[in-house]
């Protein structure tokens, strides 16, 4: 397993929680990873991406709610989720690797490693 995404559960609008994906070493070193999101009957899309570099990128939708970081002595990027809306409700998944080394990919056929998914639910 390359990607391991853990951390989702219930929680009320408004709360916090936060998303880990452990990566492999070698996908660790991937120039981009990421979350992706996909609600019920949506397409995933983009939520947030972080560079080897450390250069950053969030959704205008989860723009000051949400932070994504990395740890690169645990290989692992996180994805710090405050101010929940029920709209945030869905499957996170952890993506690394860009397709087009070097670029940044705002739709999930841009990467080439998936982890698992997990759910998040945000209760009204």
């Known amino acids: 397993v390359q990607l391991q995404a853990s951390g989702g559960g219930l929680v009320q609008a408004g709360g916090s929680l936060r998303l880990s994906c452990a990566a492999s070493a070698r996908t660790f070193r991937s120039d981009v990873m990421g979350w992706f999101r996909q609600a019920p009957g949506k397409e995933r899309e983009y939520t947030a991406l972080?560079?080897?570099?450390?250069?950053?990128y969030h959704a205008d939708s989860v723009k000051g709610r949400f932070t994504i970081s990395r740890d690169n002595a645990k290989n692992t990027i996180h994805l710090q989720m405050n101010s929940l809306k029920p709209e945030d409700t869905g499957v996170y998944y952890c993506?690394?690797?860009?397709?087009?080394?070097?670029?940044?990919?705002?739709?999930?056929?841009?990467?080439?490693?998936w982890g698992q998914g997990t759910q998040v639910t945000v209760s009204s």
């Open positions: 993506a690394a690797g860009s397709l087009d080394y070097g670029s940044v990919s705002l739709t999930p056929r841009g990467y080439h490693y």
């Open positions: 972080i560079r080897w570099s450390g250069l950053t």
